[in-house]
């Protein structure tokens, strides 16, 4: 982990933080720190700074922490992706995480499997979003949300969500070229595997998307959501 994500619950003080568990074991056995030594560290929903290791033993990590800087900016983006297969979910989720994501909202599509909405996997996200913030010494936990039926999302919650954004849906067949660099808030939608049906896209043009592609490629959801962000932004 590049940062230590504090939580609440860590603080034995002001400025004093008290660590078990897998941030113990990964300060012990990845970071190899000794007492005296600072980490990158940063409060959850906060800022980031430097923790002094004061204590570090099987048991526990305690360190005093200095908070003195913002964590990066978020990305002026709202994705809405169809829901992945089950094996390449946390992978997404991690990911969408350290690329400054701050809105997640899962959605039901034609090509995604029933099966997949009653895997154990999505009780487990919230980990998969802190693995993404640690990677890229980012605070801000992203909020996730599961919508199962398209249709009703598309019409009646969607147009409200994009309202005063660019509108863009990912789209293998699509005429016009993902464009690059934009400077404005962007709310995008990634399909599954094979993409949306055709039926999709349109309802999706209805409301004011516009159908973009990445070239000649048909790319995996996971490269597919790297690429497309670092593209746009």
Not at 20 to 37: C, K, M, N, S, W
């Amino acid at each position: 982990m590049n940062l230590i994500l504090l939580f609440d619950d860590d603080f034995t003080g002001d400025a004093r933080v008290r660590l078990t568990g897998r941030r113990l074991e990964h300060v012990r056995g990845v970071h190899r720190a000794a007492i005296g030594d600072e980490l990158t560290v940063g409060r959850a929903g906060g800022r980031v700074g430097r923790g002094r290791v004061t204590r570090l033993d099987a048991e526990a990590l305690e360190m005093e922490v200095a908070l003195d800087r913002e964590p990066p900016a978020p990305l002026p983006l709202t994705l809405v992706l169809a829901l992945p297969r089950p094996k390449v979910l946390n992978r997404v989720v991690a990911s969408v995480a350290s690329l400054g994501v701050k809105r997640l909202v899962l959605v039901n599509a034609w090509r995604v499997e029933k099966s997949y909405w009653k895997s154990p996997k999505l009780e487990g996200l919230r980990e998969q979003l802190i693995l993404g913030l640690e990677q890229a010494k980012d605070t801000v936990l992203p909020s996730i949300e599961l919508r199962r039926l398209f249709r009703p999302f598309v019409e009646d919650e969607l147009p409200s969500l994009a309202r005063g954004t660019r509108a863009l849906v990912a789209h293998p067949g699509a005429a016009v070229e993902c464009p690059r660099a934009l400077d404005e808030p962007v709310t995008l939608a990634i399909g599954p595997e094979g993409g949306f049906i055709a039926e999709e896209v349109a309802s999706l043009e209805r409301i004011g998307f516009t159908p973009v592609h990445l070239g000649a490629r048909v790319l995996r959801v996971e490269t597919a959501v790297a690429a497309i962000i670092g593209r746009i932004f």
